[in-house]
């Protein structure tokens, strides 16, 4: 039993490494939002799409952990990390609870980044989508005297304009 909380100890610990790593990436995609920087932004976002792909894998070792454990207690299998951390020898117990309270903080911390980062990338979209319109030359709209307004096949581009 001692053997599964060190092991589960061992992940959580790694997952929270990435976790930090994870925040960085977000960061650095926020960064480069700010700055339109596309080549920045491609690189944060493959550098959080790596480290999504190892903290699966680790959850994945982490669940088998706690089947472990589940199996050891005769708890079902799916329990939430707080039972677990409930029987953890007194050795040990208050290591996995702080790993765990850190985590819950991290987590908290990227979602909000990430909401951040995707109001930002919409933002970059409306803005984007909006210059290519003002480019279009296949409709215009017109607004009439009593202010309807009616779209025309009359060129609206700002290239190739005659003055």
Known sequence: MGALF???????ESQKHILDQMLDA????????RRLDMP???????KGEDLGVMLRRLDQDREGVAAGLSAEFGLPEAVALGVYIDRAPLNIK???????????RAAAELAEIN???RLLAQQAMRV????????????CRIYMPDGRSREEGLPASLINKRI
């Open 6 to 12: 060190t092991g589960l100890k061992t992940i959580l």
């Open 26 to 33: 977000a960061r650095e995609h926020n960064r480069a939002l």
């Open 40 to 46: 920045a932004i491609m690189r944060a976002v493959r």
């Open 94 to 104: 208050a290591e996995i609870e702080e790993l765990s309270g850190r985590m819950g």
């Open 115 to 117: 909401e951040t980062n």
């Open 128 to 139: 984007n989508e909006a210059i290519l319109r003002s480019f279009d030359s296949t409709r």
